[in-house]
């Protein structure tokens, strides 16, 4: 399962799936505490993953690796036991205008895995009524300055286009997003 932060990470169908991996965004949903175990974690923000957790974590970029472990300081050997660079692995094809988010990278390195089944919530695209994440928040209800909806769309649907089985995508608004936006 792969959950970004938006607020269909909450869908009450969520509870009711089986799922053997979960992948997270950042560490946001740590304050919200639904599913809150996750085994791989997408980040470049300096927070420590939350007490009692041991995800992988997967960095951008090495650069953003190198700056949140150093952040870590003595932490470190407890906060980030394991480690890897999405560009590291899945190295661009092309230059992109911006860089995908994490959500998107969450995705295609889950297409990479090949699983049976995908399940994506909480990846809105900063498009869904209630706001960025759920409950109540003042953060703007838009991408942040590096990232743009039409490279995200373009990265997710390109890893989608190379997953041959079978997808749930609980996010009204990034699966109306995949059918309608040309990229």
Known sequence: MCLGNGPSSEDSRIDALEFDCLFRVNWIWAQRSRPADPT????????????????????????????????????????????????EIEPAERSLPYRPTNGALMIAAAVRLRP???????????????????????????????????VDLAFIRDALNRYEGRIEILSDQLRLALESHSC
């Open 40 to 87: 791989l974690v997408f980040t470049a923000d300096p927070d420590l993953p939350p007490p009692a957790t041991n995800p992988i974590v997967c960095f951008p970029t090495r650069e953003d690796a190198n700056r949140v472990l150093a952040g870590y300081g003595m932490s470190r050997r407890t906060a980030c036991k394991i480690y890897f660079v999405f560009t």
């Open 116 to 150: 049976s089944r995908l399940i994506i919530a909480g990846v809105d695209l900063y498009l869904h009524p209630d706001g960025k994440y759920p409950g109540l928040s003042d953060e703007p209800n838009d991408y942040d300055a590096m990232h743009h909806r039409d």
